[in-house]
C-alpha cells in the first residue's frame, strides 16, 4: 500500500457478508450485524484465516447492538434468516446469505429543501451499507471501534487491518434516495455541497477513532461514485471534495487510504486517484464493469496501489479450476508490473462461491506472484 516492494504479491479480498455467513453456518445473522459478543469480528477474521489472506476488512465499525426495548418480535422460522418486528412498524429480514434486508413503516426519504447542513450531527452515528439500510453505531467510544481491537487480538500483530468508512455522498443518499440525490445534485449542487462537507467533517471523526484505535488503512466505499450515477465533472466538482477530508484524516494519522468503487469507473480512475487516495479498488472488469487492469497500470500504477481484479461473478463464481487459474496468473502477471498491486477479486466475494475456489487465489500468489 505503500509502493514498496513486498516478496511476493499480497492477497485480501473482501468477502461479502453473505460468504462469511454461508461459510460459517455456526454464526447467528443479528449477532454478526450487531456484533454481539464480538461475532462480526470473529466472522470476518476467520474468513482471512481460512483463506490466507494478509489482511482482514471489518467492513462497518462500531456496531450498536440490538436495541431490545425496540423489539415486538423475532420469527426464526422464515427460511432467509430471523425476521425482527419492530415496536414501530419496521422490520428486518436479517438474511443468511446476504446483507438485512429493512423495510420502512414510513418511507425514510426527505426532499432537498427539507434538509439543514448545520443541522447534520458532528459525531457520526451510523453506516449507510445499502439502500434504505443503517448500521447504527455505538455510543461509547470503546464499542465504536470494538472490532479493530477484536480482530487485533485474534489475528496478531502480522496481518494488516482495515477500518472501514462510507463515502459522503452515501449519506446525501441515504437521506434523499438514489433518484432524489441525482436530481438535487444537478438543480441544488450548493446545499448538496454543504451537507457533504458536514457528512465529510462527520465520518472524518469516525476514521480518526479507528486510527487511534490501531487499524493499518482505511476502505472509504464509494459504491455510488462511479460513472453509472453522476459525470465526472460532478465527481470532481462535489463528490472529490468531499471524500479529500476523508483522506486528508488518514493521511494526518498516518494510514493509507482506498477507495472502493464499483461497476464502470474507467473515465475516471485519474480522478479518484487525484483526490489524494493511496489505492483503488473494485476496478470491476468486462462485463460487471469496463476497467481493463493493463489500462488501469499503464495510468495510475505508478502514482497507487491497485487491488483488484478478479472477476467476481464470472470467474470465482462460476469459474472452474483452470479458468480460474489462467484468469489470476494472468492478473499476477500485470499487476506485478504496478508500484503496488494487492491481489483480490474485483468487488466482495459473491455468498455461493466455493470455498475451493478462494482458496485458489493464495496459493497462485505464492506461485506465481513471487518477485
Known amino acids: 500500500m505503500r509502493l514498496e516492494r513486498p516478496d511476493r504479491v499480497p492477497v485480501m479480498c473482501q468477502p461479502s457478508l453473505g460468504f462469511v455467513l454461508r461459510q460459517q453456518p455456526e454464526l447467528d445473522p443479528i449477532d454478526v450485524w450487531h456484533n454481539h459478543d464480538g ?8 474468513i482471512s484465516r481460512r483463506f490466507g489472506f494478509d489482511g482482514v476488512l471489518i467492513p462497518a465499525v462500531g456496531a450498536a447492538p440490538l436495541d431490545e426495548r425496540t423489539v415486538q418480535r423475532i420469527d426464526r422460522t422464515n427460511p432467509e434468516g430471523p425476521v425482527v418486528h419492530f415496536r414501530n412498524g419496521d422490520v428486518c429480514v436479517y438474511c443468511r446469505n446476504d446483507l438485512p434486508r429493512y423495510t420502512h413503516a414510513t418511507p425514510p426519504e426527505r426532499e432537498i429543501g427539507d434538509l439543514d447542513p448545520v443541522a447534520v450531527a458532528t459525531r457520526l452515528s451510523y453506516h449507510p451499507p445499502s439502500t434504505h439500510l443503517r448500521m447504527y453505531l455505538a455510543n461509547g467510544a470503546e464499542g465504536r471501534v470494538a472490532e ?12 494488516s487491518i482495515h ?3 462510507y463515502s459522503p455522498e452515501d449519506y446525501l443518499i441515504d437521506a434523499l434516495g438514489a433518484d432524489g440525490a ?6 441544488d449542487p450548493e446545499k448538496c455541497r454543504a451537507l457533504l462537507a458536514r457528512f465529510a467533517a462527520a465520518v472524518a ?11 493499518d ?4 466505499s464509494a459504491p455510488w461514485a462511479g460513472q453509472s450515477f453522476i459525470s465526472p465533472q460532478l465527481y470532481r466538482e462535489l463528490i472529490a471534495p468531499a471524500q479529500a477530508v476523508l483522506v486528508a484524516a488518514a493521511k494526518a494519522g498516518g494510514v493509507p487510504s482506498y477507495c472502493h468503487t464499483c461497476g464502470a469507473i474507467g473515465d475516471r480512475l485519474e480522478a479518484i486517484i487525484d483526490v489524494g487516495f493511496d489505492g483503488i479498488e473494485c476496478l470491476d472488469p468486462p462485463p460487471l464493469g469496463n476497467v481493463e487492469l493493463a489500462d488501469a497500470v499503464r495510468r495510475i500504477g505508478g502514482r497507487a496501489f491497485i487491488k483488484g481484479n478478479i472477476d467476481p461473478v464470472h470467474t470465482l463464481l462460476l ?5 480460474i487459474r489462467a484468469d489470476v496468473i494472468r492478473r499476477l502477471e500485470i499487476g506485478m508490473t504496478a508500484r503496488g498491486f494487492i491481489l ?7 455468498p455461493e462461491t466455493p470455498a475451493a475456489n478462494v482458496a485458489l487465489l493464495r496459493e497462485l500468489a505464492e506461485t506465481h506472484g513471487v518477485y
Open 39 to 46: 461475532a462480526l469480528a470473529r466472522g470476518f477474521c476467520e
Open 148 to 159: 479493530l481491537k477484536q480482530a487485533r487480538a485474534l489475528v496478531g500483530p502480522d496481518r
Open 163 to 165: 477500518g472501514a468508512l
Open 182 to 187: 441525482m436530481e438535487a445534485l444537478l438543480t
Open 205 to 215: 471523526g469516525h476514521a480518526r477513532e479507528q486510527i487511534a484505535a490501531g487499524v
Open 217 to 220: 488503512a482505511l476502505n472509504v
Open 319 to 323: 469459474g472452474n479450476e483452470k479458468l
Open 344 to 350: 483480490s477479486t474485483a468487488c466482495a466475494i459473491a
